[in-house]
Structures are given as C-alpha cells and as structure tokens.
C-alpha cells in the first residue's frame, strides 16, 4: 500500500503564489508517475500536470507557463508550483500515484483564490 499526503493549500489572492506537496509513504516503487488533480463541487476531477520518475512533465492547457510540477525521489515528494494564481484555480487539489498498474489518491488540500 501506498500513502499520499498532501500539504500547502490554502487562501490566496489573484496573481499570488502557492507550493503543493504531496508525500508518499509505504510500498513505494522507483518507477511510477505522479499527478496532481483538481475537483470543484459538481464537475469532473481533471488533470493538472504529471511527472514521471525520470523526470518528464506534462501540463493542462489551463496551467502552462504558471504552475510548474517537480519531484524531488530521495524525500518521495512531489510538488505543485502554483503561480499567478486565478480564480479559477480555486479548487480541492489531490495528488495521485500510479506504480504496477495500481493507482493512489490523497485526501486533498484546498486551494482558494480570491478576486
């Protein structure tokens, strides 16, 4: 089993900044891909961006040139840069993980930004 837990959300204002973590724990496997996804109350949980563990990042058009995903292997952490914030970024930001063909989910971490 693996674990993720997510960290850094929080209140901002439009055109600031947030960091995401996202720390996994338990079986953890040197090959996977880690994604961050965003849900808002009624609408489909979507795809922000992934990072596979040889380093390559993919981006939702909503979110180029703003928000900037990286992992960091020693600590299992992978992080969300979020910059220039909108406010339709606001969102319940969850981390995932997928190794062997199984998926993991965290519990989520609010993100809001205020206009």
């Known amino acids: 089993q693996v674990q993720l837990v997510e960290s850094g959300g929080g209140l901002v204002q439009a055109g600031g900044s947030l960091r995401l973590s996202c720390r996994a724990s338990g079986s953890i496997f040197r090959i996977n891909v880690m994604r961050w996804y965003r849900q808002t109350p009624g609408k489909q949980r979507q795809l922000v961006a992934s990072?596979?563990?040889?380093?390559?990042?993919t981006y939702a058009d909503f979110v180029k040139g703003r928000f900037t995903i990286t992992n960091d292997n020693a600590k299992n952490t992978m992080y969300l840069q979020m910059d220039s914030l909108k406010p339709e970024d606001t969102a319940k930001y969850y981390c995932?993980?997928?190794?062997?063909?199984?998926?993991?989910w965290g519990q989520g971490t609010q993100v809001t930004v205020s206009s």
């Open positions: 990072i596979t563990s040889w380093g390559r990042t």
């Open positions: 995932n993980r997928e190794q062997s063909e199984k998926n993991y």
